[in-house]
């Protein structure tokens, strides 16, 4: 919760309006009005008796006396010379320089004993700006006669574009077609048109003696608002001392129909009982002002060059207590949530493990919780005796030794081919006899047939061929050890086929 100060300065008052920020609240806790005299010294004192009653308004029974987190005040619009211009965005980007060429005779002093600052009212190339100058010794005896009563503002803004602060906190104010808001009290109105809440135009109005004075200023503005490109009104709002007054004045100057001209809403601004039900009608300025602690920016404001508030570290002292609580708060929740993020990975890292385990010991029957080595094992880069589990001969290999090693020029023919196990049972025909003994020696020769035997061979009817069976033990020598790539070791003795084996081959058990 916050609170913040706004104060706006008349010829003849000084207003001060306290503005407590809640949780989507905001609230006026009061507004306070003193007299003062004319001068730096009457403004002075009178921000002293103002600064009195806010202190003795603080201070909560029990508790240790608030203090105020910002302070904002505006130059009255006598002071400050406001026009609107267009900059390209180039020169805009100049700063104050780009400011100062554009406003040189412009203004009705000169132009380097001056404070420039501008706001946008419209983004683009070139930048449409409403710019503002006061004489730098102004600003300089306002900020100086505040500060001596201990409330040393943070910005210094002008009183009639300050009204447009109201935007952001009534909807009313901030619609897209034109509005006008008028604050009259005294012998002045304060005069702003907005565009979408946006500052369009502004303008402080002097010398209303008369009813005639007070219409011929308004619609002297409205005329010069319509003359600088800006369009038809849609809503006129009034608040002020004298805004009673004004209604059928402001109605006719804007062209409105009277139920489009009315009192200024509230919009979800609050007033605290103590403040009165009127205290945002009767400061609107000031209320305008104490929003700025909010923090919306792009606002025209004085306090700059050598009167940059220097209590930014302040500000910062103040708040330093708060901020180190903050600060605690979120290094103990991201310590909470590294340690919950630790703790799930670590449940991860022991499941991934233990399923790693299982199937390291399912495939390779050596369990392992390394992944390089589980990489290791699953490239065969296992124990150096590990058996190449293929077969070192199959039932095609068997088919690939009947066709390479039986010669071409012995006439063979294959009627039964049983393969079982480690037995095979063999019945062909060739010619003669000797052409089966061939075909017997060039079986014998394989090293997977440890014996061919041949059985009963009979004459073929057909054509006095010779039938015969052959019985043939199919068992291959033992399987060879496989080196870290899962390659058959070169190094170990040949037990496998020969140079004459079927080079279509495969390795491994019995078929």
């Not at 009534?170 to 702003?192: D, N, S």
């Amino acid at each position: 919760m916050a609170r913040y100060l706004g104060i706006e300065v008349t010829d003849t008052q000084i207003k001060g309006a306290l503005l407590k920020t809640a949780y989507k609240k905001l609230v006026i806790e009061g507004v306070y009005t003193v007299y003062r005299t004319p001068g730096s010294e009457g403004l002075a004192q009178a921000a002293r008796e103002l600064a009195g009653i806010v202190a003795a308004q603080s201070v909560v029974p029990g508790a240790k006396p608030q203090e105020l987190d910002g302070v904002y005040a505006a130059l009255p619009g006598t002071d400050v010379s406001l026009r609107t211009i267009s900059l390209p965005r180039a020169v805009y980007r100049r700063g104050d320089k780009g400011l100062m060429a554009e406003l040189e005779g412009a203004v009705p002093f000169d132009i380097d004993d001056a404070m420039v600052d501008a706001q946008v009212i419209r983004p683009g190339d070139p930048v449409e700006l409403l710019a503002a100058a006061v004489l730098t010794a102004r600003v300089e005896s306002f900020v100086a006669a505040l500060a001596s009563a201990g409330l040393d503002p943070r910005e210094v803004g002008v009183a009639p574009v300050s009204l447009g602060e109201l935007a952001g906190e009534i909807p009313q104010l901030a619609t897209a077609a034109p509005v006008v808001l008028v604050y009259a009290y005294e012998r002045r109105a304060e005069l702003v048109v907005l565009e979408g809440g946006v500052v369009r135009f502004a303008r402080t109005l002097n010398g209303l003696t008369t009813p005639a004075a007070r219409e011929r200023g308004i619609r002297q503005s409205i005329a010069s608002y319509r003359a600088a490109g800006g369009g038809a009104l849609s809503a006129a709002y009034l608040c002020g001392d004298e805004a009673g007054v004004t209604v059928d004045i402001l109605a006719d100057a804007c062209g409105l129909a009277p139920e489009f001209v009315g009192a200024m809403p509230p919009g979800s601004l609050l007033t605290a009982p103590t403040a009165g039900e009127t205290a945002l009608w009767e400061a609107p300025v000031a209320v305008a002002l104490a929003t700025r602690g909010l923090g919306r920016g792009g606002r025209i404001d004085f306090r700059k060059g050598h009167l940059t508030v220097a209590g930014s570290a302040q500000a910062f002292r103040e708040r330093a207590p708060y901020l180190m609580l903050a600060s605690a708060v979120i290094v103990c929740f991201w310590g909470l949530a590294t340690w919950a993020h630790y703790q799930s990975l670590v449940t991860e890292r022991n499941r991934l493990q233990d399923t790693l385990g299982a199937v390291t010991q399912e495939v390779f029957s050596d369990r392992t919780v390394d992944p390089d080595r589980a990489m290791s094992l699953a490239r065969g880069g296992g124990n150096g005796d590990d058996v190449d589990p293929l077969p070192p001969a199959d039932a095609y290999d068997v088919l690939g030794v009947l066709s390479t090693r039986i010669t071409d020029n012995t006439r063979h023919d294959v009627e039964l081919l049983d393969i079982r196990g480690e037995h095979i049972q063999l019945q062909g025909i060739v010619d003669t006899l000797a052409d089966r003994d061939k075909v017997v020696e060039a079986l014998q020769a394989y090293p997977c047939f440890p014996a061919v035997r041949p059985g009963r061979s009979t004459t073929n009817p057909g054509d006095n061929r010779q039938k015969y069976t052959l019985d043939v033990e199919f068992r291959c020598p033992e399987a060879q050890p496989r080196d870290t790539r899962g390659r058959t070791n070169r190094t170990a003795p040949r037990t496998g086929t020969d140079s004459d084996t079927n080079s279509g081959g495969r390795r491994g058990g019995n078929a």
